[in-house]
């Protein structure tokens, strides 16, 4: 894959860290985002966020780039049509149509609503950049999160993986055979055809997941690796 999460969170400069810091410290900075309703704080949250991943954890700007796109083109999406229908407050701009015009309050909202979100995913993304899953899922039960929250997010985590690398097998496949190179029609019925034969592989690795499963005797609680703490993984703290 042109993108995999998992390989940057398993490779990065601060992988092998105290995975508690990293989990606890993104918790927080959501949350402050979440309740602050200041932009310059969500702002400063977006800065420092990306300069931990930039500087500190040297995931590459390019790979960066790629995990906020598709969370920036919602948020921006969603932020535009609050803008244009939020009608309260007095007007900026009025386009005379229905009411769709731009006032003081839409845009104060549509605002807050941008910077919030995206300071909220570049927080999250420190912690899913930086801390392989295994380490995530070994400080939530250390917290006593339910098991069954855990399972379930292991195996979202793995589906994810397997729905992309489906999806990219596919699209290779069109390419190869010229399935996007027609008219936009031609594009469209390639894309379509993906997407149901992407239901019906999907259908078949969950059942290969279960059949996986049930070969190694899953009985409904999946164990959860526990980092090594010792020295050896802190020779700094040796001397």
Known sequence: MEF????????NSI?????????????ILVLSALFINNNYYSIFIIILSSLL????????????L?????????TFLTCIFMLFFFPSGAYIWNSGFFGIGITTESLRVSL??????????????????????????????SFYVPKIFCEI???MYNAIFIFLDSIEVMRNAQKTRLGYL??????MKSFGSMFSNLFLTSLEKSETLQRTLDSRCYTGELPVYKPDRSKDSYPELVN
């Open 182 to 187: 027609g008219t936009f029609m031609e594009s």
């Open 53 to 64: 991943l930039l500087a500190l954890a040297r995931v590459s700007l390019k790979d960066y």
């Open 4 to 11: 995999d999460i998992d390989f940057i969170a398993h490779t």
């Open 153 to 155: 997010a292991v195996l």
């Open 112 to 141: 807050l609503t941008f910077f919030r979100v995206f300071a909220c995913f570049s927080a999250l993304g420190f912690m899913s950049l930086t801390t392989p899953i295994t380490d995530v899922m070994f400080v939530l039960r």
């Open 15 to 27: 992988a092998d860290y105290n995975p508690y810091v990293k989990v606890i410290g993104s918790i």
């Open 66 to 74: 790629k995990f906020l796109t598709i969370p920036f083109a919602f």
